[in-house]
């Protein structure tokens, strides 16, 4: 009883990921039948070959892109929260999404940028570089306040500093370049192509081995600083891992597609209470399952229903997410980790 107790919410959790990856697939402006998408996915030869195209070169890598996505950003939001021991912790809010947008601002409106090629990866370096820097200086932050609340607010002042600073690098560069910037802020999974996915999969499986490394030390760390130099854990190596594969993660992530919110704040808390666990061995691999699950579920609302219209990702991940949040926290009374 106790064994089928534990594995139910894995079965119902990988039949959603699974249903939501096949609806991912089947929706969309072009009706294609199941049966036609089970044979090109397998390499059976059909007759349309525009359904082939629209299956692989566009609904398959989408479908990929937030596979990859949603698992990252839920993973970097779960080693922030445990890092900081807080609940609210999460890219957007301590503005690790504002410093992989500020560096990528300078490259696509910066004076530079006629003198480089905006390649995936230097966008992508771009990205986790910033992303980097805004969580070293809220690391910095977080040893000199030890208030959550007031971190909190410094997080939130750092994120309004950096988006100033894109302000006016928007405010002086053409409307070329500003058109290309504001569509990358609305956030897209469906622009990217196979060369770009291989590279997010090779930074983002970086990112994940040091956080699946670190697992051990994360589940110390939950119970203070220390409590783990108590029983072994080598506190400022768990600390550096969790910066450096956070950062990894989001900053991929932002760069290739875009700021996405709430992913990486609501679906850890919504795997806590659905596993009833704070163990990170069981909250890693779910925490991806369900971070993918997310992103799927919101990529397939931000079609229109017969309009033929696609609604920004940003925007429909933060009409799903934050109703989450504010739905636990009243239902809980309290929100922890």
Known sequence: MVSNQKSAPWLILTALLAGLLVLNLILGSVAIPLWDI???LFGIPTENETWRN??????????VACLLAG?????????????????????????LTSGASLLVSIVLLGPSVGLITTTPWIVAAAASCGSLIIFLVMLGMAERIHDNVSLLIVGLM??????????????????????????????????????????????????????????????GWLMGERYALSVGIPVRRARMLMIISASILTGSVTAFCGPVAFVGLAVPHLVRMVFRTSNHRVLIPAVMVGGASLLLFCDILTAVPGDGKV????????LVGAPVVIWLIVRKKTISI
Not at 71 to 95: I, K, S, Y
Request: proline letters at 2%.
């Open 38 to 40: 089970i044979q090109i």
């Open 54 to 63: 629209i299956i692989l070169e566009f609904r398959l890598t989408k479908a």
């Open 71 to 95: 698992a990252a950003l839920a993973l970097a939001g779960l080693q922030m929260q445990t890092l900081f021991r807080n609940a609210l912790a999460g890219p957007d809010v301590l503005g």
């Open 158 to 219: 750092v994120g309004a500093l950096t988006t100033s600073v894109v302000s006016v690098l928007q405010y002086t560069s053409n409307a070329e370049q500003l058109q290309t910037f504001v569509v990358w802020t609305f956030g897209s999974l469906s622009n990217l192509n196979w060369t770009e996915l291989s590279v997010l999969v090779l930074v983002l499986s970086i990112g994940t081995v040091l956080g699946l490394y670190n697992m051990k030390s994360m589940n």
């Open 311 to 318: 609604l920004p990702l940003n925007a429909v991940t933060s």
